[in-house]
C-alpha cells in the first residue's frame, strides 16, 4: 500500500514566478492537508481539503491557493513567489471520521528554492 | 508568542539514556496533544497522541501532558541511535482541526 506521495521531490523557481505542488493521498484517505515547513522549524498549517472544498485555512495570503480532485488527489499553487517562500511543503492525508482522533499521514514533501 | 514552544536543542545523549523532551503551549483551548518523529528528508511520523491531561505509554515512549502548567512532555526510555531523529511537539482544538506545531528538537543518541 503506498503512502501518501508528493512530487516533485524539489524545485527551484525564481522570485515572481508561480509554482505547483502535487500531492496524492494514501489509500482509502479522502481528506489532504497542506503544511510549510520553513529550515529548522515545525510545520505550519497551509489548509485543508475534503469533498474538493477548502474546509480549513491557516495563516497564509491568497497567493497560496488548492484544488482537490474527484480522485482526492490535491495541488498546491503558490503565485508571485518570494525568497521567503522556500521551505519544505508537505502533505498529509487522513480518513475523514466522524468523532475520534484523525491522524494525518505526511508524505515526503516537496523543497522548493526561490531564488 | 508562538502557541506551542519547544527547545530547538541540539540533544545530544548517550545510547540507553533516558531522554526527556519538553514543550510548553498557550491557548488552554487545545485538546489533543502530539508527538511526532520526523528523520532527515521525510515527513514527521506520529509517535502518539493524549488527549487532555494524563500520561500515556507506547513501549519505550510515554507522554504526559499537564493542563494546569500547560506543559507537554516525551520520555524516551533506552534509547536507541535510532531514536536520532527532530521530535516536534503538537497541539489540536479537536479531533480533526488543524495542526499547530513546535519548533521542533534535534536529538542526537551516540553509540
Known amino acids: 500500500d503506498a503512502g501518501v506521495t508528493q512530487s516533485p521531490t524539489h524545485l527551484i523557481k525564481t522570485r515572481g514566478q508561480q509554482v505547483t505542488l502535487r500531492c496524492s493521498p494514501k489509500?482509502?484517505?479522502?481528506?489532504v492537508s497542506w503544511y510549510q515547513q520553513a529550515l529548522g522549524q515545525g510545520p505550519q498549517f497551509i489548509f485543508q481539503y475534503y469533498e474538493e472544498e477548502e474546509r480549513q485555512r491557516g495563516n497564509f495570503p491568497d497567493r497560496f491557493s488548492g484544488h482537490q480532485f474527484p480522485n482526492y488527489s490535491s495541488e498546491l499553487n503558490v503565485n508571485a513567489l518570494l525568497l521567503g517562500d522556500s521551505a519544505l511543503y508537505l502533505c498529509a492525508s487522513s480518513p475523514r471520521r466522524q468523532g475520534g482522533f484523525e491522524t494525518q499521514y505526511f508524505g515526503p514533501g516537496t523543497r522548493l528554492l526561490v531564488l | 508568542q508562538k502557541e506551542v514552544e519547544q527547545d530547538p536543542g541540539p540533544l545530544s545523549v548517550p545510547e540507553g539514556a533516558i531522554v526527556s523532551l519538553n514543550c510548553t503551549y498557550s491557548?488552554?483551548?487545545?485538546?489533543?496533544f502530539m508527538w511526532y518523529r520526523q528523520y532527515s528528508r521525510k515527513g514527521p511520523e506520529l509517535l502518539m497522541y493524549t488527549y487532555s491531561s494524563g500520561n500515556k505509554e507506547d513501549g519505550r515512549f510515554t507522554a504526559q501532558v499537564d493542563k494546569s502548567s500547560k506543559y507537554i512532555s516525551l520520555f524516551i526510555r533506552d534509547s536507541q541511535p535510532s531514536d536520532s531523529a527532530t521530535y516536534l511537539c503538537a497541539a489540536r482544538y479537536s479531533s480533526a482541526s488543524k495542526i499547530i506545531f513546535g519548533s521542533g528538537t534535534r536529538l542526537s543518541i551516540r553509540p
Open positions: 489509500s482509502g484517505h479522502d481528506t
Open positions: 491557548n488552554s483551548a487545545f485538546q489533543y
